[in-house]
T-cell receptor, first 115, second 112 residues
Framework: AQSVAQPEDQVNVAEGNPLTVKCTYSVSGNPYLFWYVQYPNRGLQFLLKYITGDNLVKGSYGFEAEFNKSQTSFHLKKPSALVSDSALYFCAVRGPGAGSYQLTFGKGTKLSVIP | NAGVTQTPKFRILKIGQSMTLQCTQDMNHNYMYWYRQDPGMGLKLIYYSVGAGITDKGEVPNGYNVSRSTTEDFPLRLELAAPSQTSVYFC???????????FGPGTRLTVT
């Protein structure tokens, strides 16, 4: 079965500094990987995905993610953090099988950007 | 487009009561999903549907039922509510050839 691990429950970063939110995955076959963001009292919003191609994927709001097959990682990055980036971030991997559009989510990482 | 809408936003149930959480999408998506989100636990898939008339169990289906009579609607039924069903419930949808799920705003349910 596929799984996703987000090793940090919380990440704190100063405004203007680069940020990284970590994600590692386990899945049979080629991984389809995703990042979602959740603001307080809201549903999840799609940020970016890796299906195939370049290992560096660019997404919404200036976020990008780096796929590393050898380390089975898909870390989310942003060169310069904004206070408005403070939210809960979820990494997800597509599940296998007939219902292949299912997603398995990590537990989430709370990002706090300090002014 | 309104996207994915969910009603109600909040609900308090007594143990043993039943209710239906409503979910509607206006994007003509064929796939729809129900998740529950518990603090520190991420999202767990309850049920999903690949089209009208077709539903299947996810990771945590016990205590829930679904139906999909139209493309737009995917209600989630709770029978005999239990405190363990206290959670935030999210509905989501996607087109079959896209992997980006669109989420509703959620329903916060408390069972006491």
């Amino acid at each position: 079965a596929q799984s996703v691990a987000q090793p940090e429950d919380q990440v704190n970063v100063a405004e203007g500094n680069p940020l990284t939110v970590k994600c590692t995955y386990s899945v049979s076959g080629n991984p389809y990987l995703f990042w979602y963001v959740q603001y307080p009292n809201r549903g999840l919003q799609f940020l970016l995905k890796y299906i195939t191609g370049d290992n560096l994927v660019k997404g919404s709001y200036g976020f990008e993610a780096e796929f590393n097959k050898s380390q089975t990682s898909f870390h989310l990055k942003k060169p310069s953090a904004l206070v408005s980036d403070s939210a809960l971030y979820f990494c997800a991997v597509r599940g296998p099988g007939a219902g292949s559009y299912q997603l398995t989510f990590g537990k989430g990482t709370k990002l706090s950007v300090i002014p | 487009n309104a996207g994915v809408t969910q009603t109600p936003k909040f609900r308090i149930l007594k143990i043993g009561q039943s209710m239906t959480l409503q979910c509607t999408q206006d994007m003509n998506h064929n796939y729809m999903y129900w998740y529950r989100q518990d603090p520190g636990m991420g999202l767990k898939l309850i049920y999903y549907s690949v089209g009208a008339g077709i539903t299947d169990k996810g990771e945590v289906p016990n205590g829930y039922n679904v139906s999909r009579s139209t493309t737009e609607d995917f209600p989630l039924r709770l029978e005999l509510a239990a405190p363990s069903q206290t959670s935030v419930y999210f509905c989501a949808s996607t087109l079959g050839n896209s992997y980006e799920q669109y989420f509703g705003p959620g329903t916060r349910l408390t069972v006491t």
